[in-house]
């Protein structure tokens, strides 16, 4: 029988082509749910995952004792609602504390190892690093996963914001062609391409057509859950323009041209970056290494290395200096990328 804190799962079924909800069957469910039946494409709506077997199994150890305390953390389930993290704040809280408990056993068992095993070897240094370890593991594995919510928050707002200027585009030819602000939303919650902007349509889409919100309330909980200002910003306007009488089509059009110049000052100043980069890649990387090369054979030749052997030296520049210096341009420029 289905949970009477779940509408839909009594009568959800899906297809090849629709998720739908199906008409009640009994007077019972009819007066409780209601009879209606909505159709949409399958695409429309976010997709929803269960816990893993580990966060089940948290749950179903810890979760007594969060329910029985009634713990409640505002912002963590903010954190969790921007980062789309599909769990409630009551089972993430379970799941932190069982992780936390498992790191201070380990840490307790690591602190208990090294006591027996490093005396030997770094004397009373041995048992502070015990001490540290059995204090530090369950700290620090708590402090991780208790900002884990709120790092892919940040990480979702700036894919948003990467993909906000094309999405735009796409709305504002949405309205060019009169359609309405609910059917632009379900459109674009079919688009993957526009990433996790599509993911927020998708959200808007489910409070509209499933939940039975209008479409100002639905944008306004999308804009309080949206983790990007510049998406929040937007969502924001077009209730204010609705609700004023204003007309979404310029508004539309200027915002697509506002986030375009923005794009478009991006990656100007990217392709600047990239370019003073590649001219210190080529004086650290290629020229520096060569120059060092040729002066201490030079030396050698010459008998100013003090009768030492540069073979060693030689070898830590091909075989240390290059690579490294050349996997730390590499990282500095999939940094620059990746925001």
């Not at 201070?104 to 690591?110: K, P, V």
């Not at 990480?155 to 602000?181: E, H, P, T, V, Y």
Request: hydrophobic share 45%.
């Amino acid at each position: 029988m289905a949970d009477s804190s779940d509408v839909f799962s009594g009568f959800e079924f899906k297809d090849d082509s629709f998720l739908s909800s199906k008409r009640a069957e009994s007077t019972d469910k009819i007066k409780k749910y209601g009879p209606h039946q909505k159709r949409l494409p399958k695409e429309a709506v976010p997709e929803y995952l269960d816990l893993n077997p580990y966060q089940k199994f948290c749950w179903k150890t810890m979760g007594p004792v969060v329910e029985r305390r009634d713990v409640e953390d505002e912002e963590l389930e903010e954190n969790l609602l921007k980062a789309h993290m599909k769990i409630r704040v009551e089972e993430y809280i379970a799941f932190l504390w069982m992780s936390t408990i498992f790191a201070a056993i380990g840490g307790m068992i690591g602190a208990i190892a090294m006591s027996l095993m490093l005396p030997s070897i770094l004397g009373q240094l041995s048992y502070l690093l015990a001490v540290a370890t059995a204090v530090l593991t369950p700290v620090l594995v708590y402090m991780v996963l208790k900002m884990m919510p709120s790092s892919k928050a940040n990480r979702r707002g700036k894919k948003i914001d990467k993909k906000l200027s094309d999405a735009m585009s796409f709305i504002a030819s949405m309205a060019s062609a009169n359609i309405n602000i609910d059917m632009i939303f379900q459109e674009l919650a079919k688009q993957p391409l526009y990433g996790e902007v599509c993911e927020e349509a998708k959200w808007i889409t489910r409070d509209t057509e499933i939940l039975g919100m209008d479409i100002l309330n639905a944008l306004e909980r999308a804009a309080n859950r949206c983790p990007s200002d510049n998406f929040r910003e937007f969502l924001q306007g077009v209730i204010t323009t609705s609700t004023s009488g204003g007309k979404l089509k310029p508004y539309f059009t200027s915002k697509m041209e506002e986030y375009q110049d923005e794009r478009q000052l991006q990656v100007q100043q990217n392709m600047e970056t990239l370019g003073m980069l590649a001219e210190s890649f080529v004086t650290v990387v290629v020229a520096f290494p060569l120059f060092l090369v040729v002066i201490m054979a030079i030396m050698s030749l010459m008998g100013g290395m003090g009768g030492g052997d540069p073979i060693p030296l030689l070898y830590a520049i091909v075989g240390l200096m290059i690579p490294g210096s050349q996997a730390g341009f590499i990282a500095i420029i999939w940094l620059i990328n990746q925001d």
